[in-house]
């Protein structure tokens, strides 16, 4: 256990004390940044470890929500349809990825992209099971009032995020983390020692699908209505790349940083300009890559008079 | 009669689906960037194209000869200006620049013209063409027609012409092209005006035919996409060849199982071609 990852965990508790607080805004922004900090350290398992530049986030996500719902609709109970969400995920990914993870590059980004088109296709397509375009409504969970469901559901988020925050630790610290370094590295050379690397890269592909696919589950019984172009927006996909490169890729703590710091930049933008807020989230994309091409960890006191460099 | 009339459709799709390829295959291949822009740059062109006719009384055919300059400059300038500085850096950071760019340009189209559904209407009407039972409406001929013109011409460009061995040079091999005295910088932001250009052609014919919104950008990127993996990278051949074969696979696809799915269809023929023969129908191994 590094200083870094205890760092992490301490970030994390501190999250916790949000509701003493704040009211239902503040709790829904919490249970956003928890959400979003499962996004970034979900990829950072495929992205920042492996190397692999991933798009398939908003593609687990539909999946996790539209499983969890059609589940709870059918009377199951949430922390069970939560579950078998993150089972189903892991599953499916683990699948596809033995699959999609041959490919390296532009190839495996443009495939995991595909990924999200080919979900929101099916799920629009099997009206009878998830509603099609019109969506599909979930029953309400508790119905204990506002301020109870929001703090239950901020407490769900919450605990997925622990959860995967202690997975992604012990992959760090385990033979898995040090298997997806070497593939980053050089896959030819880990493969020519005896890696098996097919292995490796889809049970990561399946992590890092997985908690976000339960992530995916506990927003949809939070909003109680879900429809394809809501939770298959390529966006999902892309915000999570941007927390990372925002914190630092690789680092959990990092994009565990990146992730609240964006949520910080885009609940501005959201609020000051709704009219062009994709736009301005445009132009903060851009400046972040052209002058903190390392993320927020390059703000060093040096890099304003040494050009820093890319990698 | 059924058979011929898909045939021919997709013959006619597949050239349109050609020329919104080209471009992005030409920067994919060249300059090793996925140009997520160029959804947002056809619907522009097509955008150009509406306002010229509606607005000015411009023929679209004359549009065509308008957009592709203009894209061009504005295309070279983005190159030289923002994708420049991070054209050395990973996958991730030129595929999300590029993002960042669209997000920009396709807000500020929303913003503009909002999201309604747009059509340009040619007045007095160019009729159709039938043949038996098969029809063919003649101003898709001429959109066709058309795309197969700028396709030739790119293939020409790039044939013939100095700037287009370079460009062809650098693809191959951007240090021997170093070496040989070609100006690899400028070369970049040619091939980006060039396929900033292409896409903006290709939104003026799709203007004649399909609706226009902003929202359909994300559409063509996908269609460009699909075929230049299908064709292979930076082939105009292999552009060619893709769109047609996925204009075949879509409207066959449709008559068959029904509309719904063409989307489906399309993205499964592309994880097949990936995974099987990722270098594409006339793409050569190990020349991504």
């Not at chain 1, 059609?70 to 699948?95: E, H, T």
């Amino acid at each position: 256990m590094t200083r870094v990852n205890w760092a992490l965990l301490i970030l994390i508790a501190c999250v916790a004390s949000l509701p003493l607080f704040g009211g239902a805004y503040a709790l829904r922004l919490g249970t956003i940044a928890c959400m979003y900090a499962i996004f970034a350290l979900s990829w950072n398992i495929v992205g920042g470890f492996a190397g692999y530049p991933s798009f398939a986030t908003a593609a687990f996500f539909g999946f996790g929500a539209y499983a969890t719902g059609i589940l709870l609709n059918k009377g199951v109970p949430l922390s069970v349809a939560v579950i078998g969400s993150l089972l189903m995920c892991f599953v499916l990914a683990a699948a596809l990825g033995a699959v999609l993870l041959r490919l390296r590059g532009h190839y495996f980004a443009i495939a995991s992209l595909s990924l999200v088109e080919v979900f929101r296709e099916l799920v629009n397509n099997a009206t009878d099971l998830t509603g099609g375009g019109m969506g599909l409504n979930i029953p309400l969970a508790s119905g204990s009032g506002i301020l109870a469901d929001a703090t239950f559901f901020f407490y769900a988020m919450w605990g997925l995020l622990l959860i995967t925050a202690a997975v992604v630790i012990i992959v760090s610290a385990s033979k898995l983390g040090f298997g997806l370094n070497c593939i980053r590295q050089n896959e030819t050379a880990s493969n020519m020692v005896g890696l098996n690397s097919t292995l490796y890269k889809s049970v990561a592909f399946g992590l890092s699908a997985c908690f976000v696919g339960a992530a995916g589950g506990i927003y949809a019984a939070w909003v109680h209505y879900i429809d394809p172009s809501d939770v298959f927006d390529i966006l999902y996909s892309v915000k999570p790349i941007v927390m990372a490169l925002m914190g630092g890729l690789g680092s959990p703590l990092g994009v565990v940083c990146g992730a609240f710091v964006y949520l910080g930049l885009e609940e501005v933008v959201w609020r000051n300009y709704i009219q062009i807020h994709s736009g301005v989230l445009g132009v903060l994309i851009i400046m972040l890559l052209l002058f903190l091409p390392h993320g927020l960890i390059s703000l060093r006191s040096g890099m304003f008079w040494r050009r820093t460099k890319h990698v | 009669m059924l058979a011929v009339q898909v045939l021919i459709n997709a013959l006619v799709l597949g050239c349109l689906y050609a020329c919104i390829a080209i471009g992005f295959s030409l920067v994919w291949g060249v300059l090793n960037v996925i140009n997520l822009i160029h959804g947002s740059f056809i619907v522009l062109g097509a955008y150009l194209a509406w306002g010229a006719y509606q607005w000015a009384g411009i023929s679209p055919w004359f549009a065509l000869a308008v957009a592709a300059p203009v894209f061009f400059v504005l295309g070279y300038l983005l190159q030289r200006l923002l994708l420049n500085r991070v054209i050395t850096a990973p996958v991730l950071v030129t595929l999300t620049l590029t993002f960042g760019l669209d997000l920009i340009l396709n807000n500020a189209m929303i913003y503009y013209f909002k999201a309604d559904y747009r059509k340009l209407t040619l007045s007095p009407p160019t009729g159709s063409i039938s043949l038996f039972d098969v029809v063919v409406p003649v101003d898709r001929l001429i959109a066709t027609a058309s795309a197969l013109a700028l396709t030739g011409l790119l293939y020409l460009l790039l044939r013939r012409s100095k700037v287009g061995r370079a460009i062809v040079a650098v693809r191959l091999d951007r240090d021997a092209a170093v070496l040989m005295g070609v100006d690899v910088k400028s070369i970049y932001a040619i091939a980006f005006g060039l396929g900033a250009a292409l896409a903006g052609c290709a939104g003026v014919l799709m203007a004649l035919i399909f609706p226009i919104s902003p929202l359909t950008s994300s559409a063509y990127l996908g269609k460009a996409f699909v075929v230049c993996v299908l064709g292979g990278l930076g082939s105009v051949s292999g552009a060619l060849a893709g769109g047609l074969l996925l204009a075949l696979v879509e409207g066959i696809g449709s008559t068959l199982i029904g509309p719904a799915h063409a989307t489906t269809l399309s993205f499964v023929l592309l994880i097949i071609f990936l995974v099987v023969r990722p270098q594409g129908l006339l793409g050569r191994k190990g020349f991504e």
